[in-house]
Protein backbone atom coordinates (compact mmCIF):
# COMPACT_ATOMS: atom_id res chain seq x y z
CA UNK A 1 0.00 0.00 0.00
CA UNK A 2 1.26 3.43 -1.22
CA UNK A 3 2.29 5.30 2.08
CA UNK A 4 -1.11 7.22 3.93
CA UNK A 5 -0.59 9.15 7.11
CA UNK A 6 -2.85 10.23 9.72
CA UNK A 7 -2.57 12.27 11.74
CA UNK A 8 -4.36 12.55 15.48
CA UNK A 9 -4.17 16.11 16.73
CA UNK A 10 -3.92 19.48 14.70
CA UNK A 11 -1.62 21.53 17.13
CA UNK A 12 1.56 22.75 16.56
CA UNK A 13 3.19 19.37 16.46
CA UNK A 14 0.80 17.99 14.24
CA UNK A 15 0.58 20.24 11.59
CA UNK A 16 4.28 20.79 11.15
CA UNK A 17 4.40 17.23 10.46
CA UNK A 18 1.45 17.30 7.99
CA UNK A 19 3.12 19.87 6.09
CA UNK A 20 6.22 18.57 5.41
CA UNK A 21 4.29 14.93 4.32
CA UNK A 22 2.34 16.93 2.16
CA UNK A 23 5.39 18.59 0.78
CA UNK A 24 6.94 15.63 0.52
CA UNK A 25 4.13 14.34 -1.76
CA UNK A 26 3.15 11.91 0.51
CA UNK A 27 -0.76 11.39 1.20
CA UNK A 28 -2.00 12.81 4.81
CA UNK A 29 -4.91 13.75 6.72
CA UNK A 30 -4.82 14.89 9.87
CA UNK A 31 -7.64 14.75 12.54
CA UNK A 32 -8.26 17.44 15.86
CA UNK A 33 -11.55 17.01 18.20
CA UNK A 34 -12.25 20.53 18.39
CA UNK A 35 -13.46 23.05 15.80
CA UNK A 36 -10.03 24.77 15.01
CA UNK A 37 -6.81 23.82 14.33
CA UNK A 38 -3.35 24.97 16.11
CA UNK A 39 -4.36 23.78 19.61
CA UNK A 40 -3.51 25.91 22.46
CA UNK A 41 -2.10 28.28 20.17
CA UNK A 42 -4.36 31.51 18.99
CA UNK A 43 -4.22 34.98 18.88
CA UNK A 44 -6.91 37.46 19.29
CA UNK A 45 -6.80 41.00 18.32
CA UNK A 46 -9.29 43.25 20.27
CA UNK A 47 -9.55 47.18 20.62
CA UNK A 48 -6.00 47.53 19.57
CA UNK A 49 -4.80 44.82 21.99
CA UNK A 50 -3.04 41.46 19.99
CA UNK A 51 -2.94 38.77 22.64
CA UNK A 52 -1.92 35.15 22.80
CA UNK A 53 -3.35 32.54 24.03
CA UNK A 54 -0.83 29.63 25.15
CA UNK A 55 2.61 30.08 24.61
CA UNK A 56 3.36 33.24 23.67
CA UNK A 57 6.74 33.12 21.83
CA UNK A 58 9.18 30.86 20.90
CA UNK A 59 12.94 30.19 20.72
CA UNK A 60 15.24 30.20 17.46
CA UNK A 61 17.06 26.94 19.29
CA UNK A 62 17.54 24.92 16.70
CA UNK A 63 17.83 24.81 12.64
CA UNK A 64 14.28 23.19 11.95
CA UNK A 65 12.63 25.98 13.51
CA UNK A 66 14.43 28.52 10.95
CA UNK A 67 14.44 26.06 7.94
CA UNK A 68 9.91 26.32 8.98
CA UNK A 69 10.07 29.79 8.29
CA UNK A 70 12.04 30.11 5.50
CA UNK A 71 9.69 27.29 3.89
CA UNK A 72 6.61 29.56 5.21
CA UNK A 73 7.85 33.08 4.48
CA UNK A 74 5.29 33.62 1.18
CA UNK A 75 2.59 33.01 4.11
CA UNK A 76 3.73 34.79 7.04
CA UNK A 77 6.47 36.65 8.75
CA UNK A 78 8.85 35.97 11.64
CA UNK A 79 9.22 38.64 14.41
CA UNK A 80 12.20 38.76 16.58
CA UNK A 81 12.10 40.03 20.08
CA UNK A 82 13.02 43.86 20.32
CA UNK A 83 16.16 44.82 21.32
CA UNK A 84 14.79 46.54 24.69
CA UNK A 85 13.44 43.69 25.66
CA UNK A 86 16.70 41.47 26.18
CA UNK A 87 16.61 42.19 29.75
CA UNK A 88 14.94 39.52 32.42
CA UNK A 89 14.02 40.47 35.34
CA UNK A 90 13.60 38.49 38.98
CA UNK A 91 11.62 39.99 41.95
CA UNK A 92 12.96 39.68 45.42
CA UNK A 93 13.10 41.89 48.47
CA UNK A 94 9.92 43.28 47.28
CA UNK A 95 11.34 44.96 43.91
CA UNK A 96 12.61 43.98 40.52
CA UNK A 97 16.15 43.21 39.83
CA UNK A 98 17.73 42.78 36.62
CA UNK A 99 19.34 39.30 36.30
CA UNK A 100 22.74 39.40 35.10
CA UNK A 101 24.31 39.82 31.64
CA UNK A 102 27.82 39.97 32.58
CA UNK A 103 30.93 39.53 34.82
CA UNK A 104 30.25 42.95 36.70
CA UNK A 105 26.48 42.93 36.85
CA UNK A 106 26.81 39.36 38.10
CA UNK A 107 28.97 40.43 41.18
CA UNK A 108 26.94 43.20 42.09
CA UNK A 109 24.00 41.63 41.67
CA UNK A 110 21.47 41.44 45.33
CA UNK A 111 19.97 38.20 43.87
CA UNK A 112 22.80 35.77 45.16
CA UNK A 113 24.90 35.93 48.25
CA UNK A 114 28.46 36.63 48.49
CA UNK A 115 29.59 33.03 49.20
CA UNK A 116 27.77 31.58 46.19
CA UNK A 117 29.66 34.25 44.11
CA UNK A 118 32.49 32.91 45.36
CA UNK A 119 31.34 29.54 45.37
CA UNK A 120 31.03 29.94 41.06
CA UNK A 121 34.45 30.45 40.92
CA UNK A 122 35.18 26.74 41.50
CA UNK A 123 32.56 25.41 39.40
CA UNK A 124 34.52 24.41 36.30
CA UNK A 125 36.68 22.25 38.85
CA UNK A 126 34.16 20.62 41.03
CA UNK A 127 33.60 17.07 39.76
CA UNK A 128 30.67 16.00 37.22
CA UNK A 129 28.01 14.54 39.23
CA UNK A 130 27.24 10.59 38.55
CA UNK A 131 23.43 10.29 39.21
CA UNK A 132 21.62 10.57 35.59
CA UNK A 133 18.74 10.97 38.10
CA UNK A 134 19.58 13.47 40.21
CA UNK A 135 16.94 16.35 40.58
CA UNK A 136 17.73 20.14 39.38
CA UNK A 137 17.20 21.17 42.95
CA UNK A 138 20.52 19.42 43.62
CA UNK A 139 22.08 19.89 40.89
CA UNK A 140 22.10 23.19 41.15
CA UNK A 141 23.12 23.76 44.81
CA UNK A 142 26.16 20.89 44.20
CA UNK A 143 27.79 23.35 41.52
CA UNK A 144 26.39 26.76 42.01
CA UNK A 145 24.91 27.63 45.58
CA UNK A 146 21.49 27.27 46.93
CA UNK A 147 20.91 31.28 46.51
CA UNK A 148 21.43 30.48 42.35
CA UNK A 149 18.25 28.05 42.60
CA UNK A 150 16.48 30.37 44.66
CA UNK A 151 17.12 33.77 42.46
CA UNK A 152 17.57 32.46 39.18
CA UNK A 153 16.73 28.55 38.21
CA UNK A 154 13.45 28.40 40.24
CA UNK A 155 12.06 31.10 38.32
CA UNK A 156 13.27 30.35 35.45
CA UNK A 157 11.58 26.65 35.96
CA UNK A 158 8.46 28.37 36.67
CA UNK A 159 8.67 30.55 33.56
CA UNK A 160 9.21 27.41 30.95
CA UNK A 161 7.89 24.52 32.69
CA UNK A 162 5.88 26.00 35.80
CA UNK A 163 7.20 23.24 37.10
CA UNK A 164 9.34 22.20 40.89
CA UNK A 165 13.37 21.80 40.48
CA UNK A 166 12.89 19.22 43.12
CA UNK A 167 11.17 17.08 40.99
CA UNK A 168 12.13 17.72 37.09
CA UNK A 169 15.38 15.85 36.40
CA UNK A 170 17.62 17.48 34.21
CA UNK A 171 18.62 14.98 31.91
CA UNK A 172 15.11 15.10 30.00
CA UNK A 173 14.01 18.71 31.47
CA UNK A 174 17.34 20.20 30.08
CA UNK A 175 19.54 18.01 28.50
CA UNK A 176 21.76 20.72 27.35
CA UNK A 177 22.54 21.98 30.31
CA UNK A 178 22.96 18.45 31.58
CA UNK A 179 25.01 17.74 28.94
CA UNK A 180 27.32 21.04 29.42
CA UNK A 181 28.37 18.92 32.81
CA UNK A 182 28.66 15.13 31.37
CA UNK A 183 30.35 16.05 28.24
CA UNK A 184 32.71 18.72 29.23
CA UNK A 185 32.48 18.82 33.39
CA UNK A 186 31.20 22.07 34.10
CA UNK A 187 28.62 24.23 33.20
CA UNK A 188 31.26 26.98 32.49
CA UNK A 189 33.64 24.91 30.58
CA UNK A 190 31.84 23.67 28.44
CA UNK A 191 29.95 26.92 27.52
CA UNK A 192 32.90 28.48 27.13
CA UNK A 193 34.22 25.23 25.04
CA UNK A 194 30.76 25.23 22.88
CA UNK A 195 31.15 29.08 21.88
CA UNK A 196 34.74 28.14 20.12
CA UNK A 197 33.87 25.08 18.74
CA UNK A 198 33.67 25.39 14.90
CA UNK A 199 30.48 26.29 13.26
CA UNK A 200 28.40 24.58 10.59
CA UNK A 201 26.66 26.61 8.41
CA UNK A 202 23.23 25.93 9.91
CA UNK A 203 24.99 26.44 13.38
CA UNK A 204 25.30 29.78 11.97
CA UNK A 205 21.40 30.41 11.26
CA UNK A 206 20.44 29.68 14.96
CA UNK A 207 20.46 32.73 17.08
CA UNK A 208 18.52 31.80 20.12
CA UNK A 209 16.64 35.08 19.78
CA UNK A 210 13.23 34.73 21.03
CA UNK A 211 10.72 35.25 18.53
CA UNK A 212 6.59 35.19 17.52
CA UNK A 213 5.26 36.01 14.08
CA UNK A 214 3.59 39.65 13.20
CA UNK A 215 -0.20 39.70 13.91
CA UNK A 216 0.48 36.64 16.54
CA UNK A 217 1.36 33.15 16.36
CA UNK A 218 -1.91 32.40 14.85
CA UNK A 219 -0.49 33.21 11.63
CA UNK A 220 1.91 30.56 11.89
CA UNK A 221 -0.88 28.10 12.68
CA UNK A 222 -3.08 29.54 9.65
CA UNK A 223 0.30 29.45 7.00
CA UNK A 224 0.51 25.86 7.57
CA UNK A 225 -3.06 25.06 7.75
CA UNK A 226 -3.48 26.57 4.10
CA UNK A 227 -0.33 24.79 2.90
CA UNK A 228 -1.87 21.63 3.91
CA UNK A 229 -5.25 22.05 2.78
CA UNK A 230 -8.64 22.31 4.37
CA UNK A 231 -9.23 18.69 2.02
CA UNK A 232 -6.64 17.36 4.17
CA UNK A 233 -7.73 18.41 7.60
CA UNK A 234 -11.17 17.36 9.64
CA UNK A 235 -12.26 18.89 12.76
CA UNK A 236 -14.88 17.93 15.21
CA UNK A 237 -13.48 14.89 15.46
CA UNK A 238 -15.67 13.35 18.66
CA UNK A 239 -14.84 10.01 19.91
CA UNK A 240 -12.44 9.19 17.36
CA UNK A 241 -11.04 6.01 17.87
CA UNK A 242 -7.78 4.10 15.52
CA UNK A 243 -7.64 0.57 15.33
CA UNK A 244 -5.21 -1.83 13.96
CA UNK A 245 -5.58 -4.46 11.48
CA UNK A 246 -3.25 -6.69 9.34
CA UNK A 247 -0.63 -3.96 9.78
CA UNK A 248 -2.78 -1.38 8.85
CA UNK A 249 -4.13 1.36 11.03
CA UNK A 250 -7.91 2.08 10.51
CA UNK A 251 -9.06 6.00 11.10
CA UNK A 252 -12.85 7.41 10.43
CA UNK A 253 -13.04 3.54 7.93
CA UNK A 254 -10.25 4.59 5.55
CA UNK A 255 -6.84 2.53 5.93
CA UNK A 256 -3.43 3.67 7.00
CA UNK A 257 -0.06 2.76 6.60
CA UNK A 258 1.09 5.32 9.60
CA UNK A 259 -0.38 7.21 12.49
CA UNK A 260 1.27 10.03 14.18
CA UNK A 261 -0.22 10.79 17.82
CA UNK A 262 0.50 14.75 18.81
CA UNK A 263 -2.37 14.18 21.91
CA UNK A 264 -1.78 14.22 25.24
CA UNK A 265 -2.14 11.06 27.35
CA UNK A 266 -5.63 10.99 28.46
CA UNK A 267 -6.36 11.12 24.69
CA UNK A 268 -3.93 8.57 23.69
CA UNK A 269 -5.79 6.26 25.83
CA UNK A 270 -9.66 6.89 24.38
CA UNK A 271 -8.39 7.25 21.08
CA UNK A 272 -5.85 4.12 20.64
CA UNK A 273 -8.49 1.19 21.87
CA UNK A 274 -5.82 -1.50 20.53
CA UNK A 275 -2.97 0.06 23.12
CA UNK A 276 -3.41 -2.01 26.54
CA UNK A 277 -3.33 -1.08 30.09
CA UNK A 278 0.38 -2.45 30.73
CA UNK A 279 1.36 -1.23 27.45
CA UNK A 280 0.33 2.56 28.45
CA UNK A 281 1.17 2.55 32.20
CA UNK A 282 4.31 3.84 32.11
CA UNK A 283 3.14 6.83 29.76
CA UNK A 284 -0.38 7.33 31.40
CA UNK A 285 1.31 8.62 34.95
CA UNK A 286 2.80 11.53 33.08
CA UNK A 287 2.67 14.89 35.50
CA UNK A 288 1.37 17.86 34.15
CA UNK A 289 0.58 21.29 35.31
CA UNK A 290 -1.93 23.08 35.29
CA UNK A 291 -1.45 27.02 34.31
CA UNK A 292 -4.22 29.52 34.58
CA UNK A 293 -2.98 32.39 31.50
CA UNK A 294 -3.96 36.30 32.33
CA UNK A 295 -4.14 39.13 28.85
CA UNK A 296 -4.39 42.01 30.60
CA UNK A 297 -4.25 45.38 28.67
CA UNK A 298 -3.75 49.27 29.69
CA UNK A 299 -5.08 51.47 26.83
CA UNK A 300 -2.55 54.01 29.29
CA UNK A 301 0.38 52.49 30.67
CA UNK A 302 0.89 54.51 34.30
CA UNK A 303 2.99 51.70 35.89
CA UNK A 304 7.32 51.28 36.08
CA UNK A 305 9.24 51.54 33.16
CA UNK A 306 8.19 48.37 31.16
CA UNK A 307 11.29 47.79 28.70
CA UNK A 308 12.38 44.56 29.28
CA UNK A 309 11.17 41.08 28.46
CA UNK A 310 9.37 40.39 31.61
CA UNK A 311 9.60 39.22 35.41
CA UNK A 312 9.60 36.10 36.91
CA UNK A 313 8.64 35.39 40.48
CA UNK A 314 10.48 33.01 42.74
CA UNK A 315 8.48 30.39 44.89
CA UNK A 316 10.58 31.54 47.94
CA UNK A 317 8.74 35.30 47.81
CA UNK A 318 5.17 33.79 48.14
CA UNK A 319 3.22 35.21 45.48
CA UNK A 320 0.59 34.58 43.75
CA UNK A 321 1.60 34.78 40.35
CA UNK A 322 4.64 33.01 38.33
CA UNK A 323 5.95 35.96 36.50
CA UNK A 324 4.45 38.55 33.85
CA UNK A 325 5.74 38.85 30.73
CA UNK A 326 5.87 43.00 28.50
CA UNK A 327 4.02 41.73 25.35
CA UNK A 328 3.81 44.95 23.90
CA UNK A 329 7.81 45.94 24.89
CA UNK A 330 8.80 42.13 23.41
CA UNK A 331 7.36 42.65 19.89
CA UNK A 332 5.32 45.62 17.83
CA UNK A 333 1.66 46.34 17.62
CA UNK A 334 0.38 44.50 20.62
CA UNK A 335 -1.30 47.58 22.40
CA UNK A 336 -2.34 51.13 21.92
CA UNK A 337 0.37 53.66 21.54
CA UNK A 338 1.15 54.60 25.16
CA UNK A 339 -0.53 51.72 26.34
CA UNK A 340 0.69 48.31 27.31
CA UNK A 341 -0.24 44.55 27.28
CA UNK A 342 0.93 42.38 30.30
CA UNK A 343 0.77 38.19 29.83
CA UNK A 344 0.48 36.86 33.59
CA UNK A 345 0.85 33.50 34.70
CA UNK A 346 -0.40 31.87 37.64
CA UNK A 347 -0.67 28.11 38.98
CA UNK A 348 1.70 25.29 38.01
CA UNK A 349 2.38 22.47 40.14
CA UNK A 350 3.63 24.37 43.21
CA UNK A 351 0.25 26.57 43.53
CA UNK A 352 -2.50 24.14 42.00
CA UNK A 353 -4.64 25.29 44.34
CA UNK A 354 -5.24 28.63 42.25
CA UNK A 355 -6.00 26.82 39.37
CA UNK A 356 -9.37 25.94 41.16
CA UNK A 357 -10.77 29.14 42.51
CA UNK A 358 -13.41 31.17 41.69
CA UNK A 359 -12.63 33.45 38.36
CA UNK A 360 -13.04 36.70 40.41
CA UNK A 361 -11.01 35.31 43.76
CA UNK A 362 -7.97 34.64 41.26
CA UNK A 363 -8.43 38.00 39.13
CA UNK A 364 -8.10 39.63 42.62
CA UNK A 365 -5.31 38.16 43.74
CA UNK A 366 -3.69 38.65 40.27
CA UNK A 367 -4.44 42.43 40.62
CA UNK A 368 -3.07 42.94 44.19
CA UNK A 369 0.40 40.88 43.00
CA UNK A 370 0.41 42.98 39.49
CA UNK A 371 -0.42 46.87 41.50
CA UNK A 372 2.68 46.14 43.95
CA UNK A 373 4.72 44.72 41.17
CA UNK A 374 4.32 47.13 38.73
CA UNK A 375 3.89 50.27 40.67
CA UNK A 376 0.24 51.16 39.80
CA UNK A 377 -1.77 53.47 41.98
CA UNK A 378 -5.14 52.35 40.57
CA UNK A 379 -5.57 49.16 38.59
CA UNK A 380 -7.80 49.56 35.69
CA UNK A 381 -7.22 47.67 33.09
CA UNK A 382 -9.15 47.72 29.66
CA UNK A 383 -8.30 44.26 28.90
CA UNK A 384 -8.67 41.21 31.21
CA UNK A 385 -9.34 38.01 30.35
CA UNK A 386 -8.21 34.33 32.31
CA UNK A 387 -7.51 31.21 30.27
CA UNK A 388 -7.59 27.89 32.12
CA UNK A 389 -4.98 24.72 31.03
CA UNK A 390 -5.38 21.68 32.89
CA UNK A 391 -2.78 19.81 31.19
CA UNK A 392 -0.46 22.90 30.02
CA UNK A 393 2.91 21.90 30.43
CA UNK A 394 4.79 18.32 30.93
CA UNK A 395 6.66 17.15 33.60
CA UNK A 396 9.84 15.56 32.96
CA UNK A 397 10.58 13.52 36.51
CA UNK A 398 12.27 10.62 37.46
CA UNK A 399 9.49 8.56 35.30
CA UNK A 400 10.84 9.85 32.16
CA UNK A 401 12.94 7.16 31.19
CA UNK A 402 10.18 4.38 32.14
CA UNK A 403 7.85 7.02 29.81
CA UNK A 404 10.54 6.71 26.87
CA UNK A 405 11.27 3.11 26.78
CA UNK A 406 6.97 2.68 26.98
CA UNK A 407 7.24 4.81 23.99
CA UNK A 408 9.97 3.39 21.76
CA UNK A 409 8.13 -0.15 22.92
CA UNK A 410 5.07 0.86 21.23
CA UNK A 411 6.43 2.06 17.93
CA UNK A 412 8.50 -1.22 17.77
CA UNK A 413 5.08 -3.13 18.31
CA UNK A 414 3.03 -1.45 16.01
CA UNK A 415 4.79 -0.52 13.19
CA UNK A 416 4.26 3.17 11.63
CA UNK A 417 3.07 4.31 14.74
CA UNK A 418 4.53 7.68 16.14
CA UNK A 419 3.85 8.53 19.54
CA UNK A 420 4.49 12.10 19.38
CA UNK A 421 3.93 15.93 21.48
CA UNK A 422 5.11 17.06 24.50
CA UNK A 423 5.19 13.69 26.39
CA UNK A 424 8.67 13.14 25.00
CA UNK A 425 11.35 15.29 22.97
CA UNK A 426 10.65 18.54 25.01
CA UNK A 427 8.15 21.05 26.09
CA UNK A 428 8.86 24.38 23.96
CA UNK A 429 7.50 25.61 20.26
CA UNK A 430 11.11 24.93 18.78
CA UNK A 431 11.22 21.10 20.47
CA UNK A 432 7.47 20.56 18.53
CA UNK A 433 8.70 21.82 15.74
CA UNK A 434 12.01 19.64 15.69
CA UNK A 435 10.29 16.27 16.56
CA UNK A 436 7.51 16.48 13.52
CA UNK A 437 10.21 17.71 11.21
CA UNK A 438 12.02 14.10 12.04
CA UNK A 439 9.34 12.28 12.18
CA UNK A 440 8.18 13.60 8.84
CA UNK A 441 11.71 13.00 7.47
CA UNK A 442 11.19 9.04 9.02
CA UNK A 443 7.75 8.27 7.37
CA UNK A 444 9.19 9.83 4.00
CA UNK A 445 12.58 7.92 4.04
Known amino acids: MQKKVAIIGAGITGLVTAFYLKKNGVDVKVFEKQNRVGGVINSFSENGFIFETGPNSGVLSNIETVNLFNDLSDYCEIEEADETSKKRLIWKNNKWNALPSGLFTAISTPLFTFSDKIRVLGEPFRKKGTNPHENLSDMVKRRLGKSFLDYAIDPFISGIYAG ?3 YLIPKYALPKLYNLEQEYGSFIKGAIKKQKEPKTE ?11 VKGGLVELINALAKNIGEENIKTNCNNLEVKFEDNLFIVDNEKYTNVVSTVNTQAIKEVFSFLGEEELKNILNLKYAKVVEAAIGFNNWEGNDIKAFGGLVPGKEKKNILGVLFMSSIFENRAPKNGALLTVFAGGTKREDLFNLPEDELKELIKK ?6 GLKTFKPDLFKLFYYEKAIAQYGVDTKERI ?12 LFLAGSIVNGVGIADRIKQATDIAKQICS
Not at 202 to 212: A, C, G, L
Not at 369 to 374: G, T
Open 164 to 166: NTD
Open 202 to 212: DDKKITKEVFS
Open 369 to 374: DLQEMM
Open 405 to 416: SAVNNIQDKYKG
